[in-house]
């Protein structure tokens, strides 16, 4: 069992950064890959980033590919998603999701546990 707390989210102008975080409790949380995802009013939830649990591979949506970064601290039990060049576009409640495969998956049901989220706005 995993529980996972995001933070970090606020309200930042467009070209601006923020740097969100999702602090994991339980046993095991560098065998777990992990994800951010990110759902939009009327939208469907959409995978941003992920991360093997070694940390060695990660993914990226084209959406923000230069942009983000993900990585993971697995002494903290923590992973971080890095936002520069935020666009108004970017705006949404941000995910973060934990699953035991050993692949990163983009889509959300095949994660097994999730956080709260945390609401990002970026202003124009």
């Known amino acids: 069992q995993v529980q996972l707390v995001e933070s970090g989210g606020g309200l930042v102008q467009a070209g601006g950064s923020l740097r969100l975080s999702c602090a994991a409790s339980?046993?095991?949380?560098?065998?777990?890959?992990m994800a951010w995802f990110r759902q939009a009013p009327g939208k469907e939830r959409e995978f941003v980033l992920g991360i093997s649990a070694s940390g060695d591979r990660t993914y990226y949506a084209d959406s923000v590919k230069g942009r983000f970064t993900i990585s993971r601290d697995n002494a903290k039990n923590t992973v971080y998603l890095q936002m520069n060049s935020l666009k108004p576009e970017d705006t949404a409640v941000y995910y973060c999701?934990?699953?035991?495969?050993?692949?990163?998956?983009?889509?959300?049901?095949?994660?097994?546990?999730w956080g709260q989220g945390t609401q990002v706005t970026v202003s124009s």
């Open positions: 339980g046993r095991s949380f560098s065998s777990y890959t």
């Open positions: 999701a934990a699953d035991r495969a050993v692949m990163v998956h983009v889509t959300p049901k095949l994660y097994d546990y």
